[in-house]
């Protein structure tokens, strides 16, 4: 459960390896963080920032053994489903690329994201410091190199026409550094896509106060930072990326809304994700895969939708 923050109004400061002070409006408390929405950075995140050490030995040694153990199994269930959306994806790339190409995916995971671009005819890297996800991805065929992306790890990577971070934005302790590495290793007309959670969203606090939750989707030390499609796309444009496209997911708070409480009982969330894939694979067996991309690009506009995401182009 979420400490109870007892003035809402309350701001905190931290001050940073670097000297550099972090201040804003507290927005959540949970495990000995709190959640900040941070003024330096122009986005929310926790403070304390746990130090690249431990969170490179979490990572690369009990991210996927103790929090994700059945990842690749769940995955395996919904191939149909998860097919649909990279494909899309990869669409997306090449209406905005005019091509095929190269792509990098950062914290590529099991390498599934990887794995259907190759079928696509894409040349596909992953870049992931869980062994135990990377070593799955190459069993799956896909190039992926064991390591966390940083400047160290970037020097013999070489040139991308797509960087893909997807869900992992969300992990980093210094997102503006690694945007900036994203941008020196992409060809000059290349693009970012950074697909991140919508957190501190206007159906969540609606659902929040209905149900009387706690702040369900903060998960520190796990998720560092809580981004907005605002935050996220001022965070782009401020590292010189042109804004291509902008989407969301399917917003899945929804359910919580008409009575389906799934943070409180698992089962309910399993059968509210089917009843969303169902009706995801409905719009494209049934001719409706231009109105779906309508629907989700509209309610990105609204700052709606569980993900968020965004594609850029590298600028000068």
């Excluded at 190459?138 to 940083?150: E, M, N, P, Y």
């Excluded at 797509?162 to 590495?181: F, G, R, S, T, W």
């Excluded at 929804?254 to 389906?260: E, H, N, T």
């Amino acid at each position: 459960m979420n400490d109870q923050l007892n003035d809402p109004q309350s701001t905190s400061q931290w001050l940073d390896e670097k000297n550099e002070v972090h201040s804003g409006a507290d927005l959540s408390r949970k495990n000995g963080f709190r959640v900040i929405d941070c003024q330096r950075c122009g986005f929310a995140h926790t403070i304390p920032i746990p130090d690249s050490k431990q969170l490179k030995d979490f990572y690369s040694k009990r991210y996927y053994q103790n929090t994700k153990p059945d990842y690749a199994n769940q995955h395996a269930k919904d191939k149909d489903w998860w097919d649909l959306v990279y494909r899309e994806r990869y669409d997306r790339f090449e209406q905005y690329l005019c091509r095929k190409g190269s792509i990098l995916d950062i914290g590529s995971g099991p390498g599934f994201f990887l794995s259907t671009g190759a079928s696509l005819g894409w040349e596909v890297t992953g870049i992931e410091p869980s062994e135990t996800a990377s070593d799955y991805s190459r069993q799956l065929g896909v190039k992926c190199i064991t390591s966390s992306f940083d400047p160290d790890s970037i020097k013999t990577l070489g040139c991308f026409d797509v960087i893909q971070i997807n869900q992992a934005i969300e992990h980093i302790p210094d997102p503006k550094l690694i945007i900036e590495l994203c941008k020196s290793l992409l060809a000059s007309d290349g693009l970012i896509c950074i697909v991140a959670a919508n957190d501190f969203n206007p159906l969540q606090k609606i659902a929040r106060n209905m149900h009387t939750l706690p702040d369900w989707w903060v998960v520190p030390p796990e998720h560092l930072n809580y981004f907005t499609m605002e935050s996220l796309s001022a965070l782009l444009l401020g590292c010189g990326f042109e804004l291509v496209n902008r989407t969301a997911t399917f917003p899945i708070d929804l359910f919580l809304l008409m009575g389906d409480n799934y943070v409180e009982d698992e089962t309910i969330g399993k059968k509210c994700h089917e009843r969303r894939k169902r009706m995801e694979l409905a719009f494209e067996s049934h001719g409706g895969r231009q109105l779906k991309r309508k629907f989700y690009e509209g309610l990105a506009s609204i700052g709606l939708g569980r993900e968020i995401e965004i594609i850029g182009r590298r600028g000068s």
